[in-house]
């Protein structure tokens, strides 16, 4: 299957903790986005990676927050001291460098804070 | 706060009726995608939107730009179960750099 993959599926961590998720993009695409969502909304962008440069960054993303691309591949995004607030579905997807601008978006990372 | 709104937040509708979402931004956008995610899913890609005024056809469904690049639709002629799902609209900005989800439509079909 060459689709974007995420892992873990599901995450449940009690506040306080830190995670990490990670985000295997389609081999040959060298956009890469991070977005969070919850129940009900559209997904909230989180950050923009160009390969392995980070060129976005949400405002809404706090200091907590922090991805790498560190070679252009797969992205970790990871989140320190967790707070409940945090609790949402961790969505990446990637995307070619051509005019079409398509995402693949991957399955989530679930994630529950307690 | 949030820069992309879209409208209705739900619809529901007999099969074969039309169902038309909107989307309205308070910015200048580069480009407009649109999305549809099942239930339990992840979001999957329809079609992009780049040209002022642009309008694109995919079999029952009719995407249009609009002329400021600031607002875009989606309707779907004739409704089937299987359009079921949320559909989402994401404009772009600093061309692909950025997208800003709308909230949604949620389309319920009834047979």
């Known amino acids: 299957d060459t689709g974007v993959s995420q892992n873990p599926r599901h995450k449940i961590t009690k506040r306080g903790q830190n995670v990490t998720f990670r985000c295997d993009p389609i081999s040959e695409h060298n956009r890469l986005y991070w977005y969070r969502q919850t129940l009900g909304q559209g997904p909230e962008f989180l950050t923009y990676?160009?390969?392995?440069?980070?060129?976005?960054k949400s405002r809404l993303l706090s200091d907590r927050f922090s991805a790498e691309r560190p070679k252009g591949s797969f992205s970790t995004l990871e989140i320190q001291r967790t707070e409940q607030g945090d609790s949402a579905m961790y969505l990446c997807?990637?995307?070619?460098?051509?005019?079409?601008?398509?995402?693949?978006f991957g399955p989530g990372t679930r994630l529950t804070v307690t | 706060g949030q820069q992309v709104m879209q409208i209705p937040q739900y619809q529901h509708v007999q099969e074969g009726e039309d169902f038309t979402t909107y989307c309205n931004s308070s910015?200048?956008?580069?480009?407009i995608q649109w999305y549809k995610q099942r239930p339990g899913g992840h979001p999957v890609f329809l079609i992009q939107l780049v040209k002022s005024g642009e309008v694109k056809k995919q079999k029952r469904l009719t995407f249009q730009f609009g002329e400021a690049k600031k607002n875009s639709s989606l309707h779907i002629t004739a409704t089937q179960t299987t359009d079921v799902g949320t559909y989402f609209c994401a404009g772009g900005l600093y061309n692909f750099n950025k997208f800003y989800f709308g909230s949604g439509t949620k389309l319920n079909v009834k047979p």
């Open positions: 990676f160009q390969n392995e440069a980070q060129l976005e």
């Open positions: 910015t200048t956008l580069s480009n």
């Open positions: 997807a990637s995307s070619l460098w051509d005019t079409r601008g398509e995402q693949y």
